[in-house]
């Protein structure tokens, strides 16, 4: 039998057009539900995101709506958590069938509405086709979740989640 290795990360950010300030992101490594690293890390106002990781390169549908990126003061939560979300995720996710042995990191992005109902799927990042599908597949499987906010507000979040996908020999 071949066991699944997920790494999860979480990235949530909110668009308004409001000053930049510092965005601060979490990326745990797990194996068989256990937190095996962490690591945090804090985006400088103003710089790319891809000069921290070329992984977590976004291209907006339309280059000239481009708007700030902030971080909210509350992040939008999966029901029971990173941990509850990496078990659903692990779950969930089929490895496709074949010969092929297919890994990489693939980046989802979907956002989590005021009301904690989840839309916009997409793949940001891609790694072979069926490998995407699975795991959009699986995105749009997810309950809704506890909505961000900000200064008290619900508000609508966009979230970016890099999920390093590979067997272990």
């Given at each position: 039998m071949r066991t699944i290795l997920l790494t999860l990360s979480i990235l949530a950010f909110v668009q308004m057009a409001e000053a930049q300030v510092p965005a601060v992101w979490v990326a745990k490594k797990y194996r068989n539900n256990q937190v095996v690293s962490e690591r945090c890390d804090t985006l400088k106002p103003g710089a790319a995101i891809e000069e921290k990781n070329p992984v977590r390169r976004v291209h907006p549908a339309d280059p000239?709506?481009?708007?700030?990126?902030l971080i909210v003061d509350r992040r939008p939560e999966f029901p029971g958590g990173d941990a509850a979300l990496l078990k659903f995720l692990f779950e969930n996710i089929r490895y496709p069938s074949g010969d092929i042995c297919y890994s990489?990191?693939?980046?989802?992005?979907?956002?989590?509405?005021?009301?904690?109902?989840?839309?916009?799927?997409?793949i940001a990042r891609k790694t072979f086709p069926k490998l995407d599908e699975e795991v959009l597949r699986v995105a749009?499987?997810?309950?809704?979740?506890t909505p961000g906010e900000r200064n008290g507000v619900a508000v609508p979040v966009r979230m970016m989640i890099p999920l390093r996908i590979e067997l272990e020999r």
């Amino acid at each position: 039998m071949r066991t699944i290795l997920l790494t999860l990360s979480i990235l949530a950010f909110v668009q308004m057009a409001e000053a930049q300030v510092p965005a601060v992101w979490v990326a745990k490594k797990y194996r068989n539900n256990q937190v095996v690293s962490e690591r945090c890390d804090t985006l400088k106002p103003g710089a790319a995101i891809e000069e921290k990781n070329p992984v977590r390169r976004v291209h907006p549908a339309d280059p000239e709506e481009v708007l700030p990126v902030l971080i909210v003061d509350r992040r939008p939560e999966f029901p029971g958590g990173d941990a509850a979300l990496l078990k659903f995720l692990f779950e969930n996710i089929r490895y496709p069938s074949g010969d092929i042995c297919y890994s990489g990191r693939a980046v989802f992005q979907f956002t989590v509405q005021p009301d904690g109902k989840l839309s916009d799927f997409c793949i940001a990042r891609k790694t072979f086709p069926k490998l995407d599908e699975e795991v959009l597949r699986v995105a749009r499987l997810m309950p809704d979740w506890t909505p961000g906010e900000r200064n008290g507000v619900a508000v609508p979040v966009r979230m970016m989640i890099p999920l390093r996908i590979e067997l272990e020999r």
